[in-house]
C-alpha cells in the first residue's frame, strides 16, 4: 500500500530512444510533481500538476512530456533520450495547493535513468 | 531564483556526537522545510517551520527558523547510525504565484557506530 509508487525503479536505455516513467498516488492528493535529481543530489522541479492541469513547467525541454490522465496519476515521457537526462527521477504528490504555506511533499522511491 | 545554500556539505562523525547543519539564504522564505532522503528513496519530510524565531523539537533532532526568515538549523543530538542520510532544506516564497520548492543541494551526513 505504497503512498506514491512510480516504475521502473530502474530505466537502462541507448540514446535517442523514447521511454515513460508512471507514477500513481494514492493519497487522494490534487497535486502531483516531477522532480530530477542529478548526480551531485541537487532537487529540481521540472512539473507540477494540479488536479490534472499543468500548472509549472520549468523551462524543460519539450522532448519532456508529462501526461496525468486523473488527479492520481501523472506520468512522465521524454523522447530522443540524451547522456545529460541521466539522472534520478522523483514523482511527488501534496495534500494542498501548490504555493501555499502548508505545502508538503511525499516522495515516491524514484527512477533511476542510466542513458548509454 | 531564490538559492539555498548549505553547509557543510559532507559530514562524517562518531555515534554520540552533537552536530548542527546549516541552510542560508539572501532571500526570505515564508516557510522552510527539512527533508531526510536515505540510499535508493525518495526524500521524507521531517519537519515545516513557518515563523520567524520558530524552534521545533523532533526526538532528538531540533530545527530553528531564523528570525528574518532567511536561514534555518537542524541540530542533532547524540546521533546514532539511523540519522544517516542526505539532509534537504527546502523554502517557499510567497507571495509567489507558481513559483516552486526551492531545494537546498544537502548535506550528506554519515554517524559511524
Known amino acids: 500500500d505504497t503512498a506514491v509508487s512510480q516504475t521502473p525503479k530502474y530505466l537502462v536505455t541507448q540514446m535517442g530512444n523514447d521511454k515513460s516513467i508512471k507514477c500513481e498516488q494514492n493519497?487522494?492528493?490534487?497535486?502531483m510533481y516531477w522532480y530530477k535529481q542529478d548526480s551531485k543530489k541537487f532537487l529540481k522541479i521540472m512539473f507540477s500538476y494540479n488536479n490534472k492541469e499543468l500548472i509549472i513547467n520549468e523551462t524543460v525541454p519539450n522532448r519532456f512530456s508529462p501526461k496525468s490522465p486523473d488527479k492520481a496519476h501523472l506520468n512522465l515521457h521524454i523522447n530522443s533520450l540524451e547522456l545529460g537526462d541521466s539522472a534520478v527521477y522523483f514523482c511527488?504528490?501534496?495534500?494542498?495547493?501548490?504555493?501555499?504555506?502548508?505545502?508538503?511533499?511525499?516522495f515516491g522511491s524514484g527512477t533511476q535513468l542510466s542513458v548509454l | 531564483t531564490q538559492l539555498l545554500e548549505q553547509s557543510p556539505q559532507f559530514l562524517s562523525i562518531q555515534e554520540g556526537e552533537n552536530l548542527t547543519v546549516y541552510c542560508n539564504s539572501s532571500?526570505?522564505?515564508?516557510?522552510l522545510q527539512w527533508y531526510r532522503q536515505e540510499p535508493g528513496e525518495g526524500p521524507v519530510l521531517l519537519v515545516t517551520?513557518?515563523?520567524?524565531?520558530e524552534v521545533k523539537k523532533l526526538k532528538r533532532l531540533t530545527f530553528q527558523f531564523g528570525d528574518a526568515r532567511k536561514d534555518s538549523s537542524l541540530h542533532i543530538t547524540a546521533a546514532q547510525p539511523g540519522d544517516t542520510g542526505l539532509y534537504l532544506c527546502?523554502?517557499?516564497?510567497?507571495?509567489?504565484?507558481?513559483?516552486?520548492?526551492?531545494f537546498g543541494k544537502g548535506t550528506r551526513l554519515s554517524v559511524i557506530a
Open positions: 511527488a504528490s501534496s495534500p494542498h495547493p501548490h504555493s501555499t504555506t502548508n505545502e508538503k511533499l511525499f
Open positions: 532571500s526570505v522564505f515564508s516557510s
Open positions: 493519497l487522494g492528493h490534487d497535486t
Open positions: 517551520v513557518v515563523t520567524g524565531g
Open positions: 527546502a523554502g517557499l516564497h510567497l507571495p509567489s504565484g507558481n513559483t516552486p520548492l526551492v
